[in-house]
């Protein structure tokens, strides 16, 4: 295979720039956001872009976590450690903040951002699984104006998402906080990706459980939803029995690869136990109370 040697380099001084620059070097031009999956693909030989625009300086337009008339509203250039550290996360979205503290290490959680983590779409990314528990959107500009797209809908496989090569991602939005949420992954040592890893979000009605959404990483070829988890909790008051059901639901919906993190069948046993360990935890957090910490870290 020919590996281009080099490429050329260039910084988009506003979002409208940076789409003029995708549309004027065409599918072979990347974004360089973080570039923490992107140079080390490139530094792998995974990924050979031929233009780097570098939107770095895009922070004033796209570095951002708040909530406006009770949507949240994460900037693509939002890194890691501002969804860890921001109060409305920490208040209303709190699986977010439990899902960042499982991210890599201070160093990546200081660089990485958050629409990196959606565009590069690996299918162990731990943010897309927690933003599709809460029922999010992702916000994408390009040459013909702004849409959205739901953030399950996003990957359309390893690597490889719903964006044209001319878009770039803006924001996520989470339309309405749940009531309680919490997140839960297995990782082979600190800072790896998921052997598996999911969230739940609940939105409760008095004692019962009136809309539930779960999303899974690491165990599907992209990010997954439960769909079928969900149906098995919504309507019901929770209990450890309801739990187990919703669990081998979504054991059954996931479709792990074997690899180097275990294999199949393993992947969906800690599926089963991570259900559970999160449905106590946001069912605890709903009413008020900590029923299990994720694991101290
Ligand atoms: P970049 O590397 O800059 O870009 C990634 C891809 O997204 C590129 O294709 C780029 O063109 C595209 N892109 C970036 N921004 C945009 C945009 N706004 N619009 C359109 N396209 C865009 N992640 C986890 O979830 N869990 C982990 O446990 C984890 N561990 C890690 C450990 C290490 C050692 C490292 C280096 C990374 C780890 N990551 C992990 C990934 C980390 O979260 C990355 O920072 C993130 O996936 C990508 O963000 P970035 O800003 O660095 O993206």
């Not at 004033?60 to 509203?73: I, K, N, P, Q």
Request: hydrophobic share 40%; with cysteine; net charge negative.
């Amino acid at each position: 295979m020919q590996v281009p040697a080099q490429f050329d380099y260039e910084v988009a001084a506003s979002v409208e720039e940076a789409i003029e620059l995708l549309r004027r070097h065409g599918p072979e031009a990347r974004i360089l956001a973080g570039g923490h999956s992107l140079i080390p693909m490139m530094k792998l030989r995974l990924a050979f872009p031929e233009v780097l625009i570098d939107i770095h300086e895009l922070d004033g337009e796209l570095r951002y976590v708040r909530e406006d008339d009770g949507v949240l509203r994460v900037g693509a250039l939002a890194r890691h450690r501002d969804l860890l550290e921001s109060p409305v996360v920490q208040g209303r979205y709190t699986l977010l903040a439990d899902a960042e503290k499982f991210i890599a290490d201070p160093l990546v959680r200081n660089m990485g951002t958050v629409g990196g983590s959606f565009a590069h779409a690996d299918p162990s990314e731990d943010l897309p699984a927690a933003f599709v528990a809460l029922g999010a959107e992702v916000v994408v500009r390009g040459p013909g104006g702004e849409r959205t797209i739901a953030v399950e809908d996003l990957a359309l496989g390893p690597f490889e998402t719903a964006l044209d090569p001319d878009e770039i991602l803006t924001e996520a939005r989470v339309p309405r906080a749940p009531q309680g949420s919490s997140y839960f992954k297995v990782e082979r040592r600190a800072g790896d990706y998921a052997s598996a890893a999911l969230g739940v979000a609940l939105w409760m009605s008095g004692d019962e459980i009136e809309d539930a959404r779960v999303g899974m990483c690491g165990v599907g070829s992209t990010t997954l939803r439960a769909k079928e988890a969900e149906e098995v909790l919504k309507g019901q008051e929770p209990d450890e029995g309801l739990y187990k059901r919703a669990a081998e639901k979504a054991a059954q919906e996931c479709d792990p690869p074997d690899d180097a993190r275990g294999t199949p069948e393993y992947k969906r046993d800690l599926v089963r136990v991570l259900v559970v360990r999160a449905m106590e935890q946001a069912v605890g957090r709903a009413r008020g109370a900590e029923d299990r910490t994720a694991d101290g870290r």
